[in-house]
């Protein structure tokens, strides 16, 4: 397969954070360059780098809408804990 397991749930954590940092206020943004970074660290082809991108932005939509649902808001501590873990800009 393109990625394997490993890879592919580092993926969907990436999109997730990305998702929590939208509910947080924070800059969705922020998950895509942790992303970038993942998969340069990883020395991804083309191929791959286009398939973990595609399942990052489709996951981070879902989890987009589990949390616009939910009806609840983010956690000072959960925006401060995301805050320090997501890069701030592109390096």
Known sequence: ?????????????????GALAWWCGLDEGRSTVAL???????????????????????????????FDTSGKTCEAETKAEL???LPNGVK
Do not use: C
């Not at 082809?45 to 989890?63: D, E, V």
């Open 1 to 17: 397969p393109p990625l394997s397991t490993a890879d592919t749930r580092q993926v969907l954590v990436y999109g997730i954070k």
């Open 83 to 85: 805050d320090e873990s």
């Open 36 to 66: 970038g970074e993942f998969l340069q660290e990883r020395d991804f082809n083309a191929r791959q780098t286009a398939l973990a991108s595609a399942m990052h932005g489709t996951f981070m939509r879902m989890q987009k809408a589990v």
